[in-house]
């Protein structure tokens, strides 16, 4: 029975974890360059279940790591980097105190190097596990590409992280993978289908932006020179997947402007005004996802013929908005973002250019009679022209959001646009869906029916106007009101020319969506009788709860409609005194 | 006269000793040659100048005393001071006369100069030997095939090729294999969350209200959690003015013992007499148990043993009849061990978004996940007030920092533990010193001051010499 009596502490999770003291002691190495290894390598500190005995009967708070993560980050050959680092500092503090300017620029000369190819080939072994980590890879890229050089931030690697910001962005364009953009308070949102992978991101709006304080810039520089390598990676496999020239180039020679810009910087310069295609290596890429079709029957499950005109439906839609702006050409006004818009435009198949004397890039100019959109962001526009549309940027956000092109009348300047609902939010089935997107969404169908939302959405204009007419005159006649709509649209030249044109009679069209969406209802009701005995209640509970969420859904729309109702009352009340 | 006043003497730095010869004689003749000769050569031209009349060497200008008298005429003479005087904004621009210039540190060559010919040809000799010779154009081909990597190794690390070019058939094992959990994610969060969508540049009514709303709970929570720690702790343990006293204590302590006080005594006294004793009454031997009493206890209880046996079987027995009372029991303990893994499961669903405490600083979270959005409290959510929100993207005025965003997304998804900012301490205290060559200005000042303090003084010391002068003649006058 006797044995060896068992010791405290000898094993378990007391050996499994090490504190972050006794893994510095271990590598040898100092706070800060044990940070940026951790950093590089993707070792995270861990916290343990049991932390009194983890931490030999104490109970404070440590930061702990596993010990198999320190005996792997013990191997890698960046450790001997960084204590090289470590001897080469020390020998320069001396040099440089010594006054030996020889012996330093010796020493400047062997500056240590170390190379995160290994590390980046052993963090991702696949593509696809890189593609992972892009979200973080460009939030950073991005918002070290427009810090002004400091003490703390090097200006390369401000420069890197730009050229790799504008590489991706051009790559963006080419593969037309913008999905959505969300033009928020803190930035615009992006995102984007890459090789299956949703990758979304933040760019910071252009303005001039207090840097936080309370930020340790040491980690994140160590982020942003990690996250820039991997981006270089990332954009090199895109690029010769893509089968464009790495890195990019012009497709055509632009003449050096020294008002603009250094000779060395043109074609930089020019790439990063976004405008200009980038060369392609020539051979011509495969033209499966532009078929629908084919890239339905790619998928996983083809059996399921549900999931395939689902499929087909998607990929009808993205490829409506990758040509949503085909032909089109837009013309921005000074004082429009002018990098963002170019890029959305541009992933959508549309041409930007701008006043020559705003930046390099700008292809054609103001006088140009095939621009067919200007974009302005002021109140008024002098010099109108007729041959062209005149709207606010936010038109072309929510266009690509809903994935058409919206009728700008809402947009013109001067005019306070729609809200711009984020594409983020979608409603499930029978959930309450808020007053401000079904008009968004009746806009989109705007189009198709217009007459049809004329008489559906009468009285609400008929509110919206006398909101605005108010003040003007306080009587007025619904027929008056009519009478001045169309007189505004006479003034609209497109407007004209669409009543005006004589179209052809067509086929009666069958509703893809509605005749899916019969299908589906019937292969519910199908499949609710073939539910097991089993799992019947647990189906009834989920059905029960889905009926109370429509149920509280009616119940706001009612109470939303009562409150219509009210204040259409109190409004003619008010009228008629 | 002139001869003697004119006539050149020594320097007064010659030192010579008196007692040689070499002193005796003027060593340096050729001022005094130099001066012999121009007398000369002045008598030879027209006369000593020194013996000429004064009128015979000068004469009154006559001729531009006019425009000068019409000058000061045609402006008044403060004016012209003016005039002449430099402006006082360029004047204070002037370095101060009384400063000196600050000395330069000696470069490292400064006594290059100094070296003799002779030393530096020696130098140049060793330079040009052939080991040198040979030495020199080494390094400078070094340096040439150095440039290159020099330049390389400028730049921060780079991209150069596709790492994933062969996915499918580079399926190479790395030297050491990475643990287990390598490359799994310490957070199921993602990078990039995505914003309520009352945070949009031109939000909806509703969504814009709804993120109000949201902001205003989180206010509220953090009102909540400040009250009960102001429970927990100040009022717990006030500061010394409201802390309660010994007089406080008196009073709350015999609050409500005034009116039955008298009653309480009583009681009290009789419990003292009772504790003063033993509880047990003395053993006698009268109290003993006879052998049958003893006996009829035994039998007791072995009757009550043998019907307590009888009744358990019995019960036993008729448990069958309890079986549905069982059944419920069982079901109902069932259906919690139910309720709490269902708890427990949705716990651990939750757990991947949770930060976990990785430091001593602790990261205040509160997750509420919400339908759509994942909601994290500790940071104020950005939004806009109402009368903020701007018609146009060209007034629109952005919230926040998105370096600050990214570095809470990172501490939130546990990739780096919480960290504060350390200050940086001095060992020791800075000395200041003063340049010797500034002293001067600040010397004038120092003196200035001290003149003045002087001056009080005296007049303080007179005050008090009056006031003693008054005491002591009242004194004398008692007398």
């Known amino acids: ?105 010796i020493i400047r000369d062997n500056k240590p190097v170390y190379s995160l190819k290994h590390v980046m080939k052993e963090r991702y072994p696949t593509f696809t596990d890189a593609l992972r980590d892009l979200d973080d890879c460009l939030n950073l890229c991005f918002v070290f ?73 040491k980690i994140m520089e160590t982020f942003a020179e990690y ?137 054609y100019s103001d006088s140009d009679d095939s621009i067919t959109h200007h974009i302005i962001d002021r109140p008024t526009v002098s010099n109108q022209r007729l041959d062209r549309t005149y709207i606010q940027p936010q038109w072309v956000f929510d266009s690509i959001n809903a994935r058409m092109l919206l009728p700008p009348q809402e947009y013109f300047p001067g005019i306070p646009c729609p809200p711009h609902l ?70 609209e030249p497109e407007k004209k020319t669409v009543k005006m044109a004589v179209s052809e009679g067509s086929i009666e069209k069958v509703d893809k969506q509605k005749a899916l969406a019969r299908q589906q209802a019937e292969e519910r009701r199908l499949g609710e009788m073939m539910i097991p005995k089993k799992h019947k209640r647990l189906y009834h509970k989920i059905m029960t709860s889905r009926k109370k969420s429509s149920q509280e859904t009616m119940k706001l729309k009612e109470k939303k409609e009562k409150l219509k109702a009210a204040q259409k009352k109190s409004k003619k009340k008010k009228e008629k005194v | 006269m002139a001869d003697q006043h004119n006539a050149p003497k020594l320097s007064k730095k010659r030192k010579l000793g008196k007692n040689k010869k070499k002193s005796w004689c003027v060593s340096k003749v050729d001022d005094i040659e130099e001066f012999l000769e121009d007398e000369r050569q002045q008598i030879r031209t027209g006369g000593l100048v020194a013996e000429k009349a004064d009128d015979v060497l000068f004469v009154v200008d006559t001729s531009s005393s006019k425009t000068t008298a019409d000058l000061s005429e045609k402006e008044p003479q403060a004016k012209r001071r003016r005039k002449d005087k430099p402006l006082k904004c360029l004047a204070l621009l002037q370095p101060d006369p009384h400063s000196k210039a600050v000395r330069k540190s000696d470069g490292p060559n400064f006594q290059k100069g100094k070296r003799t010919n002779r030393i530096l040809d020696r130098l140049r000799a060793r330079s040009q030997s052939q080991t040198r010779l040979k030495a020199a154009e080494e390094s400078r081909k070094y340096a040439e095939s ?216 602790k990261y205040p979270l509160h997750i509420s996940i919400s339908f759509l959005f994942i909601i994290f409290e500790e940071q104020d959510l950005a939004l806009k007030l109402s009368t903020e929100l701007v018609g146009s993207y060209r007034e629109l005025k952005p919230e926040g920092h998105l370096l600050k965003d990214i570095y809470k997304s990172v501490q939130r998804r546990n990739i780096v533990e919480p960290r504060v900012k350390q200050k940086v301490k001095r060992k020791y205290k800075l000395k200041t010193f003063e340049k010797k060559g500034h002293k001067a200005v600040t010397r004038v000042v120092v003196h200035v001051v001290a003149a003045a303090a002087v001056a009080v003084i005296v007049v303080v010391v007179a005050v008090i010499v009056v006031v003693v002068a008054a005491a002591v003649v009242e004194v004398v006058l008692d007398y």
Not at chain 1, 22 to 29: P, S, V
């Open chain 1, 1 to 105: 029975m006797g044995g060896t009596k068992k010791k405290k502490f000898e094993r378990g999770s007391a050996t499994a974890f090490v504190s972050r003291n006794k893994a510095l002691k271990k590598l040898q190495l100092s706070l800060g360059d044990f940070r940026a290894l951790c950093i590089f390598k993707g070792i995270y500190p861990v916290e343990p279940l049991h932390k009194k005995k983890v931490n030999k009967g104490s109970t404070a708070v440590k930061t702990f790591y596993n010990l198999k993560d320190i005996q792997f980050l013990a191997h890698d050959n960046l450790i001997t980097k960084f204590r090289e680092k470590k001897h080469y500092l020390r020998r320069l503090k001396k040099a440089v105190a010594k006054k030996n300017t020889y012996a330093e620029s």
């Open chain 1, 145 to 217: 590409a427009t810090f002004p050089h400091s003490q703390r931030i090097k200006v390369d690697l401000v420069q890197l992280c730009r050229r790799r910001t504008v590489e991706f962005q051009h790559y963006v364009i080419a593969a037309k993978a913008l999905r959505k953009v969300f033009v928020s308070i803190k930035g615009i949102y992006y995102q984007a289908d890459i090789k299956g992978e949703t990758i979304t991101w933040v760019v910071s709006h252009k303005r001039g932006y207090e840097h936080p304080q309370d930020v340790d810039y």
């Open chain 1, 227 to 363: 996250n820039s390598v991997l981006l270089g990676h990332i954009n090199i496999k895109l690029y010769s997947d893509s089968h464009l020239v790495y890195p990019p180039q012009l497709n055509e020679y632009v003449s050096h402007d020294p008002a603009k810009c250094l000779e060395g910087d043109i074609v930089d310069e020019h790439l990063a005004s976004l405008a200009p295609h980038i060369r392609t290596t020539g051979e011509h890429p495969d033209e499966v996802e532009d078929d629908p079709e084919v890239d339905a029957m790619n998928a996983v499950n083809v059996d399921d013929p549900e999931y395939i005109e689902r499929s087909k439906v998607e990929a009808a839609a993205v490829h409506r908005l990758q040509n949503l702006f085909k032909g089109c050409k837009f013309f921005l006004n000074r004082e429009v973002p002018r990098e963002e818009l170019t890029f959305v435009i541009r992933c959508c198949g549309g041409e930007a250019s701008w006043d020559r004397s705003l930046g390099v890039g700008a292809t």
């Open chain 1, 422 to 491: 984020s594409p983020f939010v979608e409603e499930k089935e029978g959930e309450y869906v808020p007053e401000e997107k079904v008009k968004f969404l009746k806009r989109m169908k705007g189009e198709m029916e217009e007459e049809e939302e004329e008489s559906d959405g009468e009285d609400d204009e008929e509110a919206e106007e006398s909101e605005d007419e108010d003040n003007e005159e306080a009587v007025q006649q619904v027929g008056q009101k009519r009478k001045r709509n169309t007189s505004e649209a006479a003034e």
């Open chain 2, 146 to 361: 150095r440039r290159d990597v020099v330049e390389s190794q400028k730049q921060l690390p780079v991209t150069a090729e596709d790492l994933w070019a062969n996915d499918d058939v580079d399926k190479k094992t790395f030297s050491v294999k990475p643990p287990k959990k390598y490359r799994k994610k310490p957070s199921a969060l993602p990078a990039t969350l995505v914003p309520h969508p009352g945070a949009s540049a031109n939000p909806s009514y509703d969504d814009h209200q709804a993120l109000l709303l949201e902001a205003h709970n989180v206010e509220i929570k953090k009102e909540k959690e400040k009250k009960r720690l102001y429970n927990a702790l100040d009022a717990k343990f006030p500061n010394k003015a409201d802390a309660p006293n010994e007089s406080t204590y008196l009073t709350e302590m015999s609050a409500g013992l005034v009116s039955d006080s008298e009653e309480e005594k009583e009681e009290d006294d009789e419990e003292s007499q009772n504790t003063s004793l033993s509880v047990n009454p003395p053993v006698r031997r009268e109290d003993r148990k006879t052998k049958k009493q003893r006996r009829v206890e035994m039998e007791s209880k072995v009757k009550e043993k043998e019907k307590a046996k009888m009744t358990d079987i019995k019960q036993r027995e008729n448990k069958v009849l309890r079986i549905p009372t069982i059944k419920a029991e069982i079901n109902k303990n069932e259906r919690k061990q139910r309720d709490r893994a269902e708890l427990k499961r949705k716990k651990k669903e939750l757990e991947p978004f949770k930060t976990k405490r990785l430091n001593s600083i």
